[in-house]
């Protein structure tokens, strides 16, 4: 029987929509270095590119995670889809540069895994009795605070991505 | 000893890029088996199958990186709907693939490739698990499991370039 893990999730199927001009490959890197730096590591479950009629369709699903100690797990979970994506050619400061316009949307997911080793073996009635016990009392801060460091690290990596295509130009503007 | 049919993919060394259109197909072939040369790696063409409409290449890489440990790539190529098609690139006529395609990348570690503590019996193999689950316990994990991981992703991202995909970065 496999080990029974709790699950816990702050975020859930949060999404970013944009249309226009962006470079798929810059997206990729700001997404990649920004969970470099944070420390995870990184899964990629598939990866699809198709040229279509109107341009190009990817899909790419990744998943990035940290084991914060021997008992909590966290994950992410980001679904990138571009569509209709074309390579143009721009000039910015007199310098021509090759960037791609189309339809891009991620959505975001996030959750906890927690006794990920079996700590408790909830396979039997005791073991799951203190599972319980001691997520629910005594570890509960703990994973309260892995919720919210989720919680930031996903608001964060949005940020990142709508400063890198410039999504909050209205909310600054004097 | 661990055989090369064995599943890594619950591991993580489990790698699928999709897709589809006009590209260099022996190119991509040859990209593939140098790759895997120039990092030291045997090569092996372990299964080649024509069974339209899918063509399936199956390779091997394997390279002993101590008396102990052995890393092994198995990469495949599946091909649906190939077609040739003649394609003007730069002045020349040249002859591209139409298809589509799935790589897939898996790989592995395989620890006493000789099979030394599998032929003792018993005794020996209780002794191997002890050795790996205890006293090379971190050394696997973090000497091979981590590099082979990342070794992976590299692969991945060459392959990607090579096929001009926009998804062709990896910051790890």
Redesign the interface.
């Known amino acids: 029987m496999p080990p029974t893990v709790e699950f816990y999730a702050p975020v859930v199927a949060e999404q970013l929509n944009y249309e226009g001009l962006f470079s798929m490959k810059e997206v990729f890197r700001v997404i990649d270095k920004y969970f470099r730096t944070k420390a995870f590591d990184k899964k990629i479950i598939f990866d699809e590119e198709y040229q279509t009629e109107k341009g190009k369709y990817i899909h790419v699903k990744t998943e990035y995670y940290k084991k914060t100690d021997s008992y909590v797990r966290i994950q992410t979970r980001l679904w990138v889809y571009a569509n209709e994506l074309v390579e143009v050619e721009k000039e910015v400061d007199g310098v021509k540069i090759k960037t791609n316009h189309g339809k891009l949307s991620i959505t975001f997911d996030a959750f906890i895994q927690t006794q990920y080793l079996n700590t408790w073996p909830a396979e039997k009635p005791t073991g799951f009795l203190f599972m319980v016990l001691y997520e629910q009392y005594l570890a509960r801060p703990r994973i309260a605070y892995w919720e919210g460091v989720l919680r930031h690290v996903l608001t964060e990596l949005r940020t990142e991505l709508a400063g890198y295509l410039n999504l909050n130009k209205f909310l600054y503007e004097k | 000893m661990d055989t090369g049919g064995a599943d890594y993919s619950k591991f ?1 060394f489990h ?8 590209f260099d197909f022996d190119g991509l072939y040859k990209f593939v088996v140098k790759w895997i040369k120039d990092h030291d790696f045997d090569f092996y063409e372990t299964k080649v199958l024509d069974k339209p409409p899918y063509r399936i290449y199956k390779m091997m890489g394997r390279k002993k990186i101590s008396f102990y440990c052995m890393f092994q790539l198995l990469p495949e190529i599946w091909l649906w709907d190939a077609k040739p098609v003649e394609v003007i690139r730069e002045g020349h006529k040249k002859i591209l693939t139409e298809a589509r395609m799935k790589i897939v990348i898996n790989g592995g570690y395989i620890t006493d490739y000789d099979g030394d503590f599998e032929k003792g019996g018993e005794g020996l193999k209780k002794i191997e698990s002890f050795l790996n689950g205890k006293i090379l316990y971190h050394e696997n994990l973090l000497k091979y499991f981590d590099y082979m ?1 990342y070794f992976l ?1 590299d692969f ?1 991202t060459d392959i ?1 370039k090579y ?1 001009e ?8």
């Open positions: 993580g790698r699928i890029i999709r897709y589809r259109g006009i991981d992703y991945m990607k096929l995909m926009e998804t062709a970065t990896n910051a790890y």
